[in-house]
T-cell receptor, first 110, second 116 residues
Framework: LAKTTQPISMDSYEGQEVNITCSHN???????ITWYQQFPSQGPRFIIQ???TKVTNEVASLFIPADRKSSTLSLPRVSLSDTAVYYC???????????FGSGTRLQVQP | DTGVSQDPRHKITKRGQNVTFRCDPI?????LYWYRQTLGQGPEFLTY????????KSRLLSDRFSAERPKGSFSTLEIQRTEQGDSAMYLC??????????????FGEGSRLTVL
């Protein structure tokens, strides 16, 4: 399974753009990159998934370089409610269950 | 509510007792997952079903843990002879697993277990 490395924590202010980068040097050909958000005492919630280049949805963008050894989750104009833990997962969900790492704790301040 | 539901939400038990958690996935989802999460850590994979078949089980799962999904719908996770180290949040997730790589898991709110 591809191992992921992401910062333990990040701080930001309301209205700023936040970029969280995840390293996954041994990503396999069939692996997708998926990001989840988790608030305290709740289950994780899917944010975005991608395979290569750029993916954008209503809440975030995901940038994946050509070598796919890293990915960056971009949250535009964060608010206090974006304070949460963000997990980067890499894997082939068609074959195996995804493994979560320790995540990045994002703290958004006023 | 058509999301993943788990029951009970909280369970306090004494060491040595057995506990059982239930998960009702989203109705059309054929894949169901169990994870365990302790404070400050990411969810740890326990086991995974596709329909009624248990396809994957973590090596970390001792023989005190057993999970079933008898009719490919709801699932139960039983822990026998609980230990204090079993105290954690037990999370269930489901997905519509297709041949393609979907990746989107829908999690329930979890069942918090406290073993005294």
């Amino acid at each position: 399974l591809a191992k992921t490395t992401q910062p333990i924590s990040m701080d930001s202010y309301e209205g700023q753009e936040v970029n969280i980068t995840c390293s996954h040097n041994n990503i396999a050909t069939n692996d997708y990159i998926t990001w989840y958000q988790q608030f305290p005492s709740q289950g994780p919630r899917f944010i975005i998934q991608g395979y290569k280049t750029k993916v954008t949805n209503e809440v975030a963008s995901l940038f994946i370089p050509a070598d796919r050894k890293s990915s960056t989750l971009s949250l535009p104009r964060v608010s206090l409610s974006d304070t949460a833990v963000y997990y980067c997962l890499v894997g082939d969900t068609g074959r195996r269950a995804l493994t979560f790492g320790s995540g990045t704790r994002l703290q958004v301040q006023p | 509510d058509t999301g993943v539901s788990q029951d009970p939400r909280h369970k306090i038990t004494k060491r040595g007792q057995n506990v059982t958690f239930r998960c009702d996935p989203i109705s059309e989802h054929n894949r169901l997952y169990w994870y365990r999460q302790t404070l400050g850590q990411g969810p740890e994979f326990l086991t995974y079903f596709q329909n009624e078949a248990q396809l994957e089980k973590s090596r970390l799962l001792s023989d005190r843990f057993s999970a079933e999904r008898p009719k490919g719908s709801f699932s139960t996770l039983e822990i026998q002879r609980t230990e204090q180290g079993d105290s954690a949040m037990y999370l269930c997730a489901s997905s519509l697993g297709l041949a393609a790589n979907t990746g989107e898991l829908f999690f329930g709110e979890g069942s918090r277990l406290t073993v005294l």
